[in-house]
Nanobody, 121 residues
Framework: QVQLVEFGGGLVQPGGSLRLSCAAS????????MAWYRQAPGKQRELVAELTSGDMTNYADSVKGRFTISRDNAKNTVFLQMNSLKPEDTAVYYCNADLNVYAWLRSREFWGQGTQVTVSS
């Protein structure tokens, strides 16, 4: 069974930093793109950052210059370094991965359990 486990959420003051990590465990054939989403109270889930299998990155305009997505392929882990955090960054952050479990099936998306990030003084 494939599972994404997230770590690193917590409470931080405005201007502070947090580093989220998400590790994919289990057996799978190929790991494709990985991404981070977030969902604030009363709002829709939005894409924050993504990293394709070709190591191309894409960021939401609201986090450009502040957030950095990266991954350790050897450990099947994706990271989100968040700097200069703002109160509007407060949300539950979800790790997402697209991967192939079996060669004869299409790839599918897996989601982490979500980790709370709260930016407040």
């Amino acid at each position: 069974q494939v599972q994404l486990v997230e770590f690193g959420g917590g409470l931080v003051q405005p201007g502070g930093s947090l580093r989220l990590s998400c590790a994919a465990s289990g057996s799978f054939l190929r790991l494709n793109g990985m991404a981070w989403y977030r969902q604030a109270p009363g709002k829709q889930r939005e894409l924050v950052a993504e990293l394709t299998s070709g190591d191309m990155t894409n960021y939401a305009d609201s986090v450009k210059g502040r957030f950095t997505i990266s991954r350790d392929n050897a450990k099947n882990t994706v990271f989100l370094q968040m700097n200069s955090l703002k109160p509007e960054d407060t949300a539950v952050y979800y790790c997402n991965a697209d991967l192939n479990v079996y060669a004869w099936l299409r790839s599918r998306e897996f989601w982490g359990q979500g980790t709370q990030v709260t930016v407040s003084s």
